[in-house]
């Protein structure tokens, strides 16, 4: 899909979600929609929790504090913003930043499945558990933190089941290690990724499903102000640039 064309698939579903207002008690409570940040061609895709104040009032996801330790593991691996492309689950900032509610979640999921539709990226880096219990839901971040997880997303928007819980597929080799799901014989991600983009250029974007790699991460809000998970998520990071050269030559 050419490089406009996703930006223009992403800006029709950011105005879909202004059209839709999907939770309007957070609009109310919110400066503004915080939609995504960075580029549309992106391989990589970052997804974290909700916005908080500074993204509240700049509009922009990861503007605050972590974001500008995100920019700053980013850097360590050779990246900037310009190379990737990020948002959250939740478009709305939630009250006093509290957690988002499951009803939040899931109000959220069918617009975040459609922009990973359009992005079909390579690694999908899922920031803290909300973002990776979202697609993972029985995971636990401090047991799979760091571990890519290739798994098959099945598109709730699409079936009209809006479910969070139910987002993990019935088959538990779905979430077994990256690694293993290779060695298995398993199509490989980067032909995934090439069909996966065929159904959506061949179907009007009507897939049901698409093959997706998970990397988890700990939240870098959480990890600022804690030595030890803090270098775990640096040491996590670091690893990007080997799961991706793996995925290309898989
Ligand atoms: N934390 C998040 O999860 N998202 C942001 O955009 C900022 C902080």
């Known amino acids: ?3 406009d064309d996703k930006a223009t698939r992403l800006e029709a579903i950011r105005q879909k979600i202004l059209d839709d207002d999907p939770t309007p008690e957070l609009r109310q409570g919110a400066t503004q ?3 995504a940040d960075g580029n549309p061609d992106a391989e990589i895709v970052f997804i974290g929790e909700a916005p908080g104040k500074n ?6 996801p990861f503007v605050g504090a972590a974001g500008k330790f995100l920019d700053q593991m980013l850097e360590m691996i050779g990246l900037q913003r310009k190379d990737i492309y990020i948002t959250n689950i939740v478009k709305y900032r939630p009250p006093n930043n509290r957690d988002p509610l499951p009803e ?3 109000a959220f ?4 499945e459609s922009q990973l539709e359009v992005m079909q990226p390579l690694v999908t880096v899922t920031l803290g558990r909300h973002s990776l219990n979202c697609f993972l839901p029985d995971l636990q971040i401090s047991q799979v933190h760091g571990q890519p997880k290739r798994f098959q997303l099945h598109f709730h928007g699409r079936s009209g089941d809006h479910g969070v819980d139910a987002v993990q ?3 538990e080799h779905l979430t077994e290690a990256y690694e293993s799901t290779k060695k298995e014989g398993a199509e490989s991600a980067t032909r995934q ?3 996966n983009a065929g159904r959506v250029a061949g179907s009007a974007g009507k897939q049901d499903s698409m093959s997706m790699v998970l990397l988890p991460l700990f939240h870098p809000a959480a990890a600022l102000y804690n030595g030890a998970m803090k270098q775990t998520l640096i040491d996590d990071f670091a690893l990007i640039p080997a799961i991706i050269e793996k995925i290309k030559t898989s």
């Open 109 to 112: 999921l069918p617009y975040l």
């Open 169 to 171: 597929g019935d088959d």
């Open 1 to 3: 899909m050419a490089k």
């Open 104 to 106: 939040e979640k899931s």
């Open 55 to 60: 993204e509240d009032l700049q509009g922009k």
């Open 193 to 195: 990724r090439a069909a």
């Open 33 to 35: 929609l915080v939609f």
